[in-house]
């Protein structure tokens, strides 16, 4: 399932790579990407919303929102 997750303190490339490498590293995250000015990191994962959430906690950053990511063709 592709989702996009909102971060509260996302300031700066560094913070953005880190909250990345740390989603990496879970089972059942197929890829991560971030873009630090929206504060949004695209993530693409089988894992519930929780087991994200606190993988972001855990790197020192706050979740504002986890939602479904809707594109063009679905």
Do not use: H, Q, W
């Not at 996009?4 to 300031?11: G, N, Q, R, S, Y």
């Not at 059942?28 to 949004?40: H, L």
């Not at 919303?49 to 679905?74: H, Q, W, Y």
């Amino acid at each position: 399932m592709k989702k996009v997750i909102e971060i509260a303190d996302l300031c700066c490339k560094k913070c953005a790579e880190r909250v990345e490498r740390k989603l990496l590293l879970l089972d059942g995250v197929t890829s991560a990407k971030s873009n630090y000015k929206k504060g949004i990191v695209f993530v693409e994962s089988s894992l519930p919303d929780e087991e994200l959430a606190s993988c972001v906690t855990a790197a020192g950053f706050t979740v504002n929102e986890i939602r479904l990511r809707k594109g063009i063709f679905g």
